[in-house]
């Protein structure tokens, strides 16, 4: 007997579509492996319809007042605080994550990044005007750029549609936003939720694949395309949008250190490790894990960790028991396996390193050991629930390791040697360095990196002028 699949649609002009030409994709539940509903495979008339519409509503909500915008923030806060219930559900279903964390985990951050944007939305501050020549005064005004291009991650769907919408509506922008292909549930949701709110034009979803993105991209009307996801669609971003000079705004990998000197308090690092390791099933671009241990205390932390690993939990979204869901989908299944079947023969797994049942994407918490600076679980992203372990030396090599791979967007280091962590927050080449915690995020706080973990920043005053342009106006006295 065949359950019939739900129907997600586009959502384009303050209304519920299908592709223009009827072409749909299967979305399947990664708890399960099974379809549950067909979303649209948007192509060019598609897109052309949403920007036209992101276009046309432009003007009016640029010159909205920033109260005026504020408050409708403030009712898609409020609302998405009203319908938590059905947002988690859908993300469930999109994701296969434990329903509790959900709740607890992301809908509390996500309403309280609106609402703080919301308040950004009326800081739009320049600089005081001044006679910088005689006889001339100077104004910098700070505008909207226009229609944003963005591009949602599979591994935070609800999360990062909000780091996308929230600070570019708040700036007076329009949008159109695009999902990734294996998670378009609750971000159909909240163009629900939204459209109820704004006015139609201002925001619009495109759900569809690589291929809609990269029209979303090459489109001519955006002024800016931002997206978070791997540094190879990072870097076709940037290329497409370079052919007509568009703003670009990339978080992409990351392969975050975690640097453990041996005065740590190791049971309550390995503990917080862990947990900021395996959470989400280690696809997060800031995840823990990629661990580097001073000598003395390799052998004691690696145990426990492996022992703490052992312990946390995988299944299924109603099971109040477990840490993390499964991973996304089947190719980054076979990813994360590659990277255990590929290790080098001095790399020793500690635990885990294999599928967990045979329905859905689970895998074990692994933890691997005896690693080299070169190797290629160090240097690549795995994205799932995978710890790596290095021994090193001293300070300087600690640093030097950290910093040897591509990527740069978080990092920790774990001392109670306060001038040891001011040095190393100072050395270690990383958009954001914690201090004996590895994870914690505020709205008030910037979220971005450097080299191939891209530019531009999430969350913070500073990803909000992200947003916006600057203009400067001169006038005469003497007219």
């Known amino acids: 007997m065949s359950t019939e699949l739900r129907r997600l649609r586009n959502y384009i ?32 008339a598609d897109v052309d319809a949403a920007m036209a519409a992101a276009a046309a509503a432009f003007p009016a909500w640029r010159d909205q007042t920033p109260a005026e ?65 005689e006889g001339l005064t100077s104004i910098v005004r700070r505008e909207p750029i226009g229609v944003c291009a963005q591009v949602a991650p599979w591994n935070y769907p609800m999360m990062m549609a909000v780091w996308k919408f929230a600070p570019a509506l ?31 034009g201002v925001f619009n979803v495109v759900c569809g694949d690589r291929d809609t993105g990269r029209a979303m991209v090459e489109h001519p009307t955006p002024a800016m ?24 705004h990339l978080e992409l990998g990351g392969k975050a250190p975690v640097v453990v000197f041996e005065d740590t308090d190791i049971a309550k690092a390995v503990e917080d490790i862990s947990v900021a390791g395996f959470f989400n099933a280690g696809q997060d671009c800031t995840a823990a894990t990629r661990v580097l241990v001073q000598e003395s205390i390799h052998d004691e932390f690696v145990t426990a960790l492996a022992k703490a690993a052992a312990e946390t939990k ?73 710890i790596t372990v290095q021994s090193f030396t001293d300070e300087a090599q600690a640093v030097e390791w950290a910093n040897g791979v591509d990527f740069a967007l978080a990092s920790s280091v774990w001392t109670k040697d306060h001038s040891r962590a001011m040095r190393l927050s100072k050395n270690l080449d990383f958009g954001c360095v914690w201090i004996n915690t590895h994870i914690p995020l505020v709205a008030e706080m910037p979220h971005g990196g450097f080299k191939k973990s891209g530019y531009g920043k999430d969350l913070s005053g500073y990803g909000f002028e992200d947003y916006t342009r600057i203009k400067h106006v001169m006038t005469s006295l003497d007219a």
């Open 225 to 248: 395309a931002s997206i978070t996801g791997s540094v190879r669609a990072g870097m076709s971003v940037a290329e497409s949008a370079s052919k007509d000079l568009k703003r670009v």
């Open 314 to 386: 995988t299944g299924r979204p109603d099971d109040e028991d477990v840490l993390y869901g499964p991973l996304n989908n089947p190719n980054q299944l076979k990813q994360v396996s590659g990277f255990i079947e590929r290790l080098p023969a001095h790399a020793k797994v500690e635990t885990g390193g294999k599928q967990v049942g045979d329905k859905g994407y689970f895998y074990a918490p692994t933890v691997v050991s005896g690693l080299k600076q070169d190797d290629e679980i160090i240097q690549n992203e795995v994205f799932g629930p995978v």
């Open 69 to 133: 915008r504020q408050k409708a923030l403030l009712k898609i806060a409020d609302a998405f605080e009203e319908r938590a219930e059905e947002l988690i559900a859908a993300e469930v279903e999109n994701t296969g994550k434990p329903i509790g964390l959900t709740r607890s985990e992301e809908i509390p951050p996500m309403v309280d990044q609106i609402r703080f944007f919301a308040g950004a939305a009326r800081m739009l501050e320049g600089r005081s005007a001044g006679e910088y020549m």
């Open 170 to 200: 708040a700036a007076g922008n329009t949008v159109v936003l695009k999902p990734s292909d294996t998670t378009p549930a609750s971000t159909v949701l909240i163009a629900d939720i939204i459209g109820g709110i704004v006015p139609k």
């Open 13 to 44: 002009d303050g209304e519920f579509r299908d592709a223009a030409d009827g072409g749909t994709t299967e979305v399947v539940n990664p708890a399960t492996g099974e379809a549950y509903a067909t979303a649209p495979l948007s192509r060019e």
